[in-house]
């Protein structure tokens, strides 16, 4: 078919078949089944605003360099194109550009392999500058090296009227003109995405010197906007819909006893997501790099919720969130059609936090549980403080949860439940405080132990992420 009908067809409103090819595990790299990959596209191709009317599967040991499928299966696929009426045929994998025009010359329909499809989505739901600047920058990565099939049926364009030194000759391919086209495009946003990215490092940066941060991560539509609503003000776009948050939201969290963190929520990750669109959305996950403690939350309701989890864990190493302590939420649990599925999930991850972003279950122990990682456990303690320390009384009263006060001659004794990072916070109004008859500054390490640093004890283990037919074995992350 000709470049100018593909260009014409949308994929928004248009009937879709869709297909999905299972390879070989250790090939792949993945025990993804095909039942999973084709729900996964089905809701990939709804987000998208698609119809699928169709559906197509094959086992193959290695693609076909020309067709992706075997040559039995591009005739099948053509023969149901056109009984379905379809106008778009979806891939669950990334095709080559000569893969790509032989099944279009094949089907005689547009095909859509799964980092367009899912660069497609990103640019509808992009509504900031700095994400819709990142999704053009993925959408030339992933156009540049295709340009070459584009403008194959074409020759070179004539130089024009020899006026000049330089301007006689053939002139230079089409191709070529497409090409520095697309780099000064691609240089220009880039330049312009940076100068947003430092802003943001900047941001970032001096919100984690004056806060503790915690951000929000895991799988697409995983129910990380829910839980952001239900323990924040809220105000997050929270929907049944693959990557319904293309940008980061950050509120304040209270968790109790005065104690609060800022929480953001940030874009999902999926599995087989583009490079170049990781590359490019870096600076929305700018506040998952930088925080202190991640939640990593998988909806446990999904049949796919281990190889999602594993997804995930992957994909933080990609981009560089390798320092921070992680906490494992296993959201929906409302959801689970027998309590023994809750039951194994706890036994590979004893540490992991059952909770229902829906029904407000398991909130109050996450809550908790932030707070201990974040600041250390909290301890009721005697805190005396002079009378003219006012500014130390008024945040132990504004900050902490106060038990008793008694007002004595000259100074103002105090029971108050307090976590280490508020005892540490507290030196900064006086350093005449003391605490359980001590000094504050020897208290600290005494009454309140160093909360855990990031180490083997602090990751998810991914030798514990399994599929349900196989282990995976343990992994360099």
Same mark, same amino acid.
């Given at each position: 078919m000709s470049e100018a009908h593909r260009e014409q067809l949308k994929v928004a409103r248009e009937r879709a078949v869709l297909v999905a090819v299972q390879l070989p595990h250790a090939r792949s790299g993945s025990s993804v089944t095909l039942e999973?990959?084709?729900?996964?596209?089905?809701?990939?191709?709804?987000?998208?605003?698609?119809?699928?009317?169709?559906?197509?599967?094959?086992?193959?040991?290695?693609?076909?360099?020309?067709?992706?499928?075997?040559?039995?299966?591009?005739?099948?696929?053509?023969?149901?194109?056109?009984?379905?009426?379809?106008?778009?045929?979806?891939?669950?994998?990334d095709l080559s550009p000569a893969q790509i025009r032989n099944l279009e010359q094949a089907c005689e329909v547009k095909i859509v392999d799964r980092s367009e499809l899912i660069l497609d989505i990103f640019a509808r739901r992009a509504t900031t500058h700095a994400a819709r600047l990142q999704v053009e920058i993925a959408q030339l990565e992933y156009t540049y090296p295709r340009l070459r099939a584009m403008w194959d049926h074409l020759g070179q364009v004539t130089g024009g009227a020899p006026v000049g030194i330089g301007t006689r000759g053939p002139g230079e391919q089409q191709l070529e003109i497409d090409r520095r086209l697309v780099q000064r495009r691609r240089k220009q946003l880039k330049r312009e995405l940076d100068q947003i990215h430092d802003r943001t490092a900047r941001q970032v940066e001096k919100r984690n010197a004056d806060h503790h941060t915690v951000g929000l991560v895991g799988y697409t539509n995983a129910g990380k906007s829910s839980i952001f609503n239900a323990v924040t003000q809220g105000g997050a776009f929270a929907n049944d819909q693959l990557f319904a948050t293309l940008s980061t939201r950050v509120e304040r969290w209270p968790l109790g006893d005065g104690a609060e963190v800022l929480v953001s929520d940030t874009v999902g990750f999926i599995r087989d997501l583009p490079h170049h669109l990781v590359a490019s959305f870096r600076s929305t996950l700018e506040e998952t790099v930088h925080g202190d403690l991640l939640l990593v939350v998988v909806d446990v309701s999904e049949a796919g919720a281990q190889e999602r989890l594993r997804t995930v864990l992957q994909t933080l190493d990609e981009i560089g969130a390798t320092?921070?302590?992680?906490?494992?939420?296993?959201?929906?649990?409302?959801?689970?059609?027998?309590?023994?599925?809750?039951?194994?999930?706890?036994?590979?991850?004893?540490?992991?936090?059952?909770?229902?972003?829906?029904?407000?279950?398991?909130?109050?122990?996450? +809550? !908790? $549980?932030? #707070?201990?990682?974040?600041?250390?456990?909290?301890?009721?303690? &005697?805190?005396?403080?002079?009378? @003219?320390?006012?500014?130390?009384?008024?945040?132990?009263?504004?900050?902490?949860?106060?038990?008793?006060?008694?007002?004595?001659?000259?100074?103002?004794?105090?029971?108050?439940?307090?976590?280490? +990072? !508020? $005892?540490? #916070?507290?030196?900064?109004?006086?350093?005449?405080?003391?605490? &359980?008859?001590?000094?504050?500054? @020897?208290?600290?390490?005494t009454i309140w132990p160093q909360p855990a640093t990031f180490g083997d004890s602090c990751r998810i283990p991914l030798h514990r992420v399994q599929a349900p037919e196989a282990g995976w074995g343990r992994t360099s992350a």
């Open positions: 999973s990959r084709l729900k996964e596209l089905r809701a990939l191709a709804d987000t998208a605003g698609a119809t699928s009317v169709g559906e197509l599967s094959q086992k193959l040991r290695i693609p076909n360099g020309k067709t992706f499928l075997g040559r039995g299966k591009v005739e099948e696929l053509a023969s149901l194109v056109k009984m379905v009426k379809a106008a778009i045929v979806i891939f669950d994998h320092s921070q302590r992680r906490q494992l939420v296993l959201n929906k649990v409302d959801l689970l059609p027998r309590p023994d599925e809750l039951l194994q999930w706890l036994h590979r991850h004893p540490d992991a936090i059952p909770v229902s972003a829906a029904t407000g279950e398991g909130l109050d122990t996450l +809550a !908790q $549980a932030v #707070a201990e990682s974040v600041f250390g456990p909290a301890r009721t303690v &005697e805190i005396e403080i002079p009378s @003219d320390e006012a500014a130390a009384v008024a945040y132990l009263e504004r900050r902490t949860a106060v038990l008793d006060r008694n007002w004595d001659e000259g100074s103002v004794r105090m029971q108050v439940r307090v976590n280490r +990072a !508020q $005892a540490q #916070a507290l030196l900064a109004h006086t350093s005449r405080a003391s605490i &359980e008859g001590g000094r504050l500054v @020897d208290a600290l390490d």
